[in-house]
């Protein structure tokens, strides 16, 4: 009886290995194996080895387009997190604004990354808000064309995230500290223990389990960005913000290079695989120690 | 699992009190003459604080402020100045957008994609979970993980092969298609979700229910599905919230002018380079409309649906 039961339940899994067999697994199989041939997308392909990726190296918008995606994440990551953690802590320690204030934070969050890109878009034009602003208090040092300066585009771009995604960091953060064993925060303050020794010895450690999700998810986020640099640079100026999501979508759609950005999708998972679980592993042994 | 995940926006207060009345007495009977300035003192820096950081959280809003006051002015009248005070306000700008991005019948497309979505992957979802977390076996952990590498595959990896994939079997241009990627692409989080869920269910009500002869469907339907409806409201917030918002899929499998999204038509007939923002931002604060009211309705939610999201994985 029992063992017929089992095969009925093994039943219930059919669908969900049939989608995800279908749409996922066998194009993530298939397009390993495109990025070794030259197809076109059409009917016509030959086994052409490591040929793309030995192109790809040779290639410089390639390694320039790696190094843009790094660094972005990299700085999405820390800034977006610090400024997370920042809000979370004041906001743990004033329960009366607190609830407020977080659903507040996270409105950017619900929007869609075209409609910020296209609200930021406006704000960082040369005449647009942010300048205007500048303007307006005095500052008009500070002004300057955002988007249009090889300099500035890819952390202007990398702005218009962090401002997107702060308050969901927040909200994480903010779930960690509610969840704290009052017992120990109250034989802390008894200690004596408050302001930033508190966050350092009682705060900071209990947050460890927080602090890996919160980066494993804004690195993998921030890996695959795609609108934002889309809509607001379109990868320029002068491929200052070209990632290699854009360079996949150029070539697959339009590039006449098919084959070439099936293999520069496989950098991108290699990329986002390697450095995600590579920083989720170190955080958790982090965490161990703790 | 799950109970003190949804717990953050009802249970947490008393101990933050409790914390908090415990914190400030204590010092007192310590240094009771020179205590009483510092006490003062930390008040003052207290309030400065809850100053900062409300003057932050503005800082965050202050764009969408913007953006609504801009999208209610006429264009001369924002060209005159940006920041200014508007002089008359009109909603002539949002019927203008409301007919450039097609909003009507693109919102009942999204909708649509992002309603189906949902429930296969929530149907599809729970039910794979059941035997993934109730058989333990090699094969079934082995279908687990290869659920659970899904997570962190970008679309974009697989977006190519899968064009190929959507033409072979005729399904561009068609919601079907859409759906079925969406689905595949949200069955890894789903699965992830339910089957940690049922694993913190205990098992004897199902053993009690064998026993008087029900079978493996009905125990699912009657035991099982009635208790996921917490981890289900989480969890669709956290996928309809992705699907609504996509550009891509819609983008690369929706050519036709008639089935695309909102994200898609707002994309291809704006472009924000050249573009007023007396017409920008009422097409961008459409675009959110109907996320928005949800989200004033289900606001408690949302954001403990987020941030549980989030733990979790």
Known sequence: ?290 | MTSNISAPPTGPRPPAHARRSSDRPSPRPRRTPSGTPRITLRRLTGGLGTVLLCLGTVLFVLPFVFTVVTSLRTAADVARSPLGIPHSLTLKNFTNAFSQIHYGPSTLNTLLITGLSCAAITIIGSLAAYPLARITQHWSTTVYRLFILGTSVPVFVVVAPLYLLMRDLNLLDTYAGVVFIYTALNLPVAVFFYTSFIRSIPGDLEEAAALDGCGALRTFFTIILPLLRPVTSTLLTFISLQIWNDLLVPLVFLQDPGKRTVMVNAYSFIDPHTVQPTTLFPAALLGVLPLLVIFVFLQRQVVAGMSAGAVKS
């Open chain 1, 1 to 290: 009886m029992f063992h017929r039961r089992r095969a009925t339940m093994a039943a219930f899994l059919l669908p969900a290995i049939t989608v995800y067999g279908v749409f996922m697994l066998y194009p993530l199989a298939r397009g390993i194996y495109l990025s070794m041939t030259d197809s076109l997308g059409g009917p016509i392909a030959h086994f052409v080895g490591t040929d793309n990726y030995r192109a790809m190296a040779d290639d410089p918008k390639v390694t320039a387009a790696l190094w843009h995606t790094v660094l972005y994440a990299a700085v999405v990551v820390v800034v977006q997190n610090g400024l997370g953690l920042l809000f979370a802590s004041m906001l743990f320690r004033r329960p009366r604004v607190r609830k407020v204030l977080n659903v507040v934070l996270l409105t950017p969050t619900l929007i869609s990354p075209v409609m910020a890109a296209f609200i930021w878009s406006y704000l960082l034009a040369p005449s647009g808000g942010i300048n205007v602003l500048l303007d307006l208090v005095g500052l008009h040092g500070l002004t300057h064309v955002w988007l249009g300066d090889t300099s500035t585009a890819l952390y202007a771009v990398a702005a218009v995230n962090i401002w997107m995604f702060t308050g969901y960091s927040c909200a994480i953060f903010l779930a960690s500290y509610m969840s704290m064993p009052a017992e120990l925060l109250e034989a802390a303050a008894l200690d004596g223990a408050r302001g930033w020794r508190r966050f350092v010895s009682i705060e900071w450690p209990l947050l460890a389990p927080a602090l890996t999700v919160n980066v494993t998810l804004s690195l993998i986020g921030s890996l695959k960005v795609f609108e934002f640099p889309l809509v607001l640079t379109n990868g320029g100026p002068a491929d200052a913000t070209d990632t290699l999501t854009l360079l996949v979508y150029r070539n697959v759609f339009g590039g006449g290079k098919f084959a070439y950005g099936v293999a520069l999708s496989v950098v991108l998972l290699v990329t986002v695989v390697v450095l995600s679980s590579a920083t989720s592993s170190l955080l958790r042994l982090r965490e161990r120690r703790i």
